[in-house]
């Protein structure tokens, strides 16, 4: 079966464990989220634009 090409458009950056941070779009509503852990829990905002 041939594998499709997804459209992954999210940003890392950071170390893992320590201050890791994700960008990405939000698969519904196109609007960016901004993704981080703080004291073991994921915590996502939305940084309320699409560009």
């Known amino acids: 079966m041939a594998r499709t ?5 999210s940003y890392g950056a950071g170390e893992w464990g320590r201050n890791r941070v994700r960008v990405f779009p939000d698969p519904k509503t196109g609007l960016y989220q901004i993704e981080w852990r703080e004291n073991g829990r994921r915590l996502t905002r939305s940084l309320k634009h699409r560009d």
Request: proline share 0%.
């Open 5 to 9: 090409k997804r459209s992954r458009r």
